[in-house]
């Protein structure tokens, strides 16, 4: 390994079909004032606002509640969220859903006592934080996205065709997060296998970039396994606690920090994800899903031995008499027939894509070259073609 790093992440986690029991420890580190934000009200029907309400009911806080955080979380709420959490004066944010609901409450966090629009200063600039930032906790409803664990924050602005994610620094870390596995078995079909290939695309980004030996590779390694594994597993049965609670740890260890250390890192597909998501508003995984395979075969040719080394280590492809190019070949191969069995959206024009759109996408996907290759803008382009 050569790269150098430092490595903090202050979220103190608790995993399993109890979890939950350990929010009332976690709440009495904070003032009296908590913040409840959550989406659309499927923690209603699920029974867990009721559970979370009892617990900061028994912990004598006040609760504010910010509900409605939809999927993609906008600008526009975010800034209602800021203006509640400032004028309530709260004490800690407690975000109960998926991704979204936890970024949505980081991006609250950081920009609720700043001088200025937290998106304009905090997501388009990239400004280092200069103001007081609100704890984070978290109850994780949905696995898919890292974000119980992790410092990144995405936010979509409709009127700007902008999907932009920012990834703080350890301070913006939720500081506690309740993962109950249970909790996910409610999770739409659909969003489920989004959630798996989010987490799949995530370890990817990471792997796929750099050429010294890395204990992280071998690490994602397994990771990836894991995670095909069980996807398998909860696809057919989605209350397999076993698998089920494989894949949340996956999606929780895909993107807690960890396996970034000492590596460069890709991020292109996410990128040109995103840029999708600004445009359709289409869920986070399958944009990645759509055009993950297209991506892959471009980028190929100039990281030839890792996509070998995936193939073999991940797939468990025959090296035997074939090429290195067939060999790797074999392993996207491997892949996007997993995807098609779990069920992914393997075409962008399934999200609502057209060609009309292209314009916006291309010009909405940051180019960052910290994979094989840094595209240019006419490979987007024509990865949006395949992709479709
Ligand atoms: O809004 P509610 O009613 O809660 O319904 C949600 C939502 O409709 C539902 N859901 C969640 N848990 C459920 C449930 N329904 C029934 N039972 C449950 N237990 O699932 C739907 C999707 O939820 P959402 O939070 O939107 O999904 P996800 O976790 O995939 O988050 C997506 C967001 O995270 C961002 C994405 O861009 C997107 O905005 N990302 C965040 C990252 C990060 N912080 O590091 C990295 C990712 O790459 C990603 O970009
Ligand atoms: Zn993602």
Not at 115 to 134: A, H, L, Q
Request: aromatic share 10%.
């Amino acid at each position: 390994m050569l790269g150098s790093f430092t490595y903090c992440n202050p979220c103190r986690l608790h995993f399993g079909p109890k979890a939950l029991d350990d929010l009332a420890g976690e709440l009495k580190t904070y003032g009296p004032v908590v913040m409840l934000a959550y989406g659309g009200g499927s923690i209603k029907k699920t029974g867990v606002y009721d559970q979370v309400m009892k617990a900061l009911a028994d912990a004598g806080k006040t609760v504010v509640e910010l509900s409605g955080v939809m999927s993609n979380p906008t600008v526009e709420k975010m800034r209602e969220g800021c203006a509640l959490a400032r004028e309530n004066d709260v004490d800690l944010i407690l975000a109960v859903g998926g991704g979204s609901v936890i970024d949505y409450a980081k991006a609250v966090s950081v920009s609720a006592w700043s001088d200025e629009d937290g998106w304009e200063k905090y997501f388009k600039r990239t400004t280092p934080i200069d103001n007081r930032i609100i704890p984070v906790g978290d109850v994780l409803t949905m696995s898919g996205t890292g974000s119980e664990m992790n410092a990144g924050s995405v936010l979509s602005s409709h009127s700007e065709h902008l999907k932009i994610g920012h990834v703080f620094g350890s301070d913006v870390i939720p500081q506690f997060a309740i993962v109950n596995p249970e909790l996910t078995f409610t999770v739409p079909d659909y969003q489920m296998k989004a959630g798996i290939f989010d987490a799949f695309n995530h370890i990817q980004e990471q792997y796929f970039s750099g050429t010294d030996d890395n204990v992280s590779d071998y690490v994602m390694e397994g990771l990836m396994r894991s995670l095909i594994h069980s996807s398998r597993i909860a696809v057919a049965d989605p209350t397999d606690y076993e698998a089920r609670s494989n894949i949340s740890w996956v999606c929780t260890w895909a993107l807690n920090t960890f396996v970034a250390c000492g590596k460069a890192t890709d991020w292109e597909v996410h990128m040109i994800g995103q840029a999708i998501g600004a445009v359709t508003d289409a869920t986070h995984g399958m944009t990645l899903s759509a055009v993950a395979p297209a991506y892959y075969r471009f980028i190929m040719p100039y990281g030839l031995p890792k996509f070998v080394r995936f193939a073999t280590e991940v797939w468990g492809v025959d090296p035997q008499g074939k090429t290195d190019e067939d060999i790797a070949s074999c392993g996207l191969d491997a892949m996007e027939a997993w995807m098609r069995e779990i069920g992914v959206v393997m075409h962008a024009s399934e999200l609502g894509l057209t060609e009309d759109m292209f314009d916006d996408v291309v010009k909405g996907t940051f180019l960052l070259g910290g994979g094989y290759k840094k595209l240019t803008s006419d490979e987007v382009r024509s990865i949006l073609k395949e992709s479709m």
